[in-house]
């Protein structure tokens, strides 16, 4: 018999994966793998993300086990325990998602040199290396180009009107069946086995059944009001799906499909997921802007150790940036709004350097996507692809505007819930002693 290999990386589903469906079609055989990539944990997977990798390897392993296979998990290097898994089924294929990262490249060009050296004097060709694209965006990011020749969109109007009328894929269905070869495989993990240390308390569970639970509740209502609510801090408004869709448990193509673009919710959610394609559009065509500048900031960036600790332990005297810091360590994620009035306090107010804002959100947030991570805080420091560069976000009219009764500062500041509704917003009014609250790191219009 024989068979293929499913190489799982951001791609942890059953429902509408090319990876799996290319693999089964493939071969009579398929090994569904992970490999724990020793390269990755636990450096670049710290406590929330590793909780949430742990429930998601489970609920993808028991989808497996539903129709009649199972996760066989390694721990490594991914390319040689790729080859030692192709050396010990005779595998004939291995068929992996395209990702945009530099490290995705590296980990791609190691398999297949791996893989041609495996081959032996009882094969006459080296087990070959299928990528497939559209798994982890909902569009193929190099399928769009501007009419400038240049290889990437960097203004996002444009590549949004181009994304919305770009044919996508119909989703895939949820095989049926699966069968597996006889081989060895490692138990799967726990949280702590991927990362030490505990995850935030509030962390969510990951997984493909309740990633497609919470889509259900989403589409069946509160997208509706997501256009006018989805910047209301104290509503919670948003869908909550960033965790599931970075680690592949829901996949973008079917998120999309399965959004009504004609109305102003489905149209404003939908834009948000291009933005997401096309942050990875940007990253696959520059991936040094992981780390780079896309181009020069327009202001110094100064160094100061206290204002950074001060930013990012919620402490900075501006109840809308700590409440939203807070939020952070407590749920190891923050709406949209809130990262963005973050990002810009650290890097337009204090002006301090975007990576290090970056490098903390990357190690608290379960949906940190180096794509949209990096490249949001590049449009935030207006490094990126921002087109108003220079703009600097207030704080206080920030709070008045989105938060206007003060109930999310309320939920997440115990220390000034006793502030009546706005006043929250400038404790220093109310005269809180700075025992109980810090005076703000700068003055801002409006205090």
Known sequence: MTASIALFTRDLRLADNPV?????????????????????????????????????????DAGLREIGGHLVVRRGDVATEVARVVAETGAESVHVAQDVSAFAARREEALRAALSNSASSSRETPCAVHPHSAVITAVDPSALAPATGRDYYAVFTPYFRRWVDTHRRRPLGRPHHLAVPDVASATLPSGTD??????????????????????????????????????????????????????????????????????DGGHAFARQLAWRDFHHQLLAARPDTAATSLRPGPFPVRRDPQAVTAWQEGRTGYPIIDAAMRQLVTDGWMPGRARLLTA????????????????????????????????????????????????????????????PDGAYVRRHLPELAHLPGASIHRPWRADVPHSTYPPPLLDVAGM
Do not use: M
């Open 344 to 403: 810009s306090f650290f890097t337009k107010s204090l002006r301090l350097d975007w990576r290090i804002g970056a490098a903390h959100f990357l190690h608290w947030l379960v949906d940190a996507d180096l794509a949209n991570n990096q490249l949001n805080w590049q449009w935030a420091a207006g490094t990126g692809t921002d087109t108003r560069p220079n703009r600097v976000l207030n704080p206080l009219r920030q709070a008045d505007r989105h938060d």
């Open 20 to 60: 799996l469906d290319a693999a089964r079609r493939s071969a009579d055989t398929v090994v569904p793998l992970f490999v724990i990539d020793d390269g990755i944990v636990p450096d670049r997977c710290p406590p929330n993300r590793a909780a949430f990798l742990a429930s998601a390897l489970a609920e993808l």
């Open 194 to 263: 991927l990362a030490p240390g505990k995850p935030s308390p509030n962390c969510p569970t990951g997984g493909e059944r309740t990633g497609r639970a919470l889509l259900r509740k989403w589409l069946a209502g509160p997208i509706d009001d997501y256009a006018e609510r989805n910047d209301d801090l104290a509503a919670d408004a948003t869908s909550h799906l960033s965790p599931y869709l970075h680690f592949g448990c829901l996949s973008p193509v079917e998120v999309v499909h399965r959004t009504d673009l004609s109305t």
